[in-house]
């Protein structure tokens, strides 16, 4: 239930319902979801952890201002992250793997419903990632993806011709069996979807500078 909770506010952070500053309505949110305050303060701690929140003595816990460099940061280590997994899938990719990236890929660049491509994008890099990442990539990688709201990963279009470059980047490098150029164009990828991330909240006021 904590998670639940967290993922909620999380979501009120980046959607602009919760602002920089501001005290987080406990008793009001545990209502909205049907909850007691149990919950609700666990998943404070998380989020504490996470840095979106901090707590003040006497005082209550406070949404804390997210800055451009955070954004680009998370996007950064995300990159560094799924260029490792990657380039341990040059050791281990098959052809029916390939085969089935070369499908996203196409699929994704064919273009068409915004969700649809959003889930084909997700499964690529999913499988890239359950391909060559080691136990402990795939447990930082999961904890990055919980640190943002799925509404946060939606925001750039995972089928423009920038993103089918870096899908089809990132492919030849596997077939070539290339894990440095691999890296870099998970690395080169990631950043430019931490790029559009934040123009995108800069232009929601979400981000405090």
Same mark, same amino acid.
Do not use: C
């Given at each position: 239930?904590? =998670?639940?909770?967290?993922?909620?506010?999380?979501? *009120?952070?980046? %959607?602009?319902?919760?602002?920089?500053?501001?005290?987080?309505?406990?008793?009001?949110?545990?209502?909205?979801?049907?909850?007691?305050?149990?919950?609700? /303060?666990?998943?404070?701690?998380?989020?504490?952890?996470?840095?979106?929140?901090?707590?003040?003595?006497? +005082?209550?816990?406070? =949404?804390?201002?997210? +800055?451009?460099?955070?954004?680009?940061?998370?996007?950064?280590?995300?990159?560094?992250?799924?260029? @490792?997994?990657?380039?341990?899938?040059? +050791?281990?990719?098959?052809?029916? =793997?390939?085969?089935?990236? %070369?499908?996203?890929?196409?699929? *994704?660049?064919?273009?068409?419903?915004?969700?649809?491509?959003? %889930?084909?994008?997700?499964?690529?890099?999913?499988?890239?990632?359950?391909?060559?990442?080691?136990?402990?990539?795939?447990?930082?990688?999961?904890?990055?993806?919980?640190? @943002?709201? +799925?509404?946060?990963?939606?925001?750039?279009?995972?089928?423009?011709?920038?993103?089918?470059?870096?899908?089809?980047?990132?492919?030849?490098?596997?077939?070539?069996?290339?894990?440095?150029?691999?890296?870099?164009?998970?690395?080169?990828?990631?950043?430019?979807?931490?790029?559009?991330?934040?123009?995108?909240?800069? /232009?929601?006021?979400? @981000?405090?500078?």
């Amino acid at each position: 239930m904590s =998670v639940e909770v967290a993922d909620h506010i999380r979501s *009120m952070i980046f %959607d602009g319902r919760l602002r920089a500053a501001q005290r987080v309505p406990q008793d009001a949110i545990a209502a909205e979801l049907g909850v007691s305050r149990l919950p609700v /303060r666990e998943a404070l701690i998380t989020l504490e952890a996470d840095g979106l929140v901090a707590a003040e003595p006497h +005082r209550g816990v406070f =949404v804390v201002p997210i +800055r451009a460099e955070d954004i680009e940061d998370h996007y950064r280590l995300y990159g560094m992250a799924q260029g @490792l997994a990657a380039a341990g899938a040059v +050791r281990r990719i098959t052809a029916p =793997v390939l085969a089935r990236l %070369d499908e996203l890929v196409a699929g *994704m660049a064919d273009g068409g419903d915004p969700d649809l491509m959003h %889930d084909l994008n997700w499964e690529f890099h999913s499988l890239v990632n359950r391909t060559g990442a080691s136990s402990r990539t795939l447990s930082v990688l999961r904890h990055l993806s919980h640190a @943002l709201p +799925r509404e946060v990963y939606s925001l750039p279009d995972p089928a423009s011709p920038e993103a089918n470059r870096g899908h089809a980047r990132i492919v030849a490098a596997l077939r070539a069996g290339d894990a440095a150029a691999v890296d870099v164009a998970n690395r080169e990828h990631m950043q430019r979807e931490g790029d559009q991330v934040v123009a995108a909240l800069k /232009r929601a006021g979400v @981000l405090s500078i």
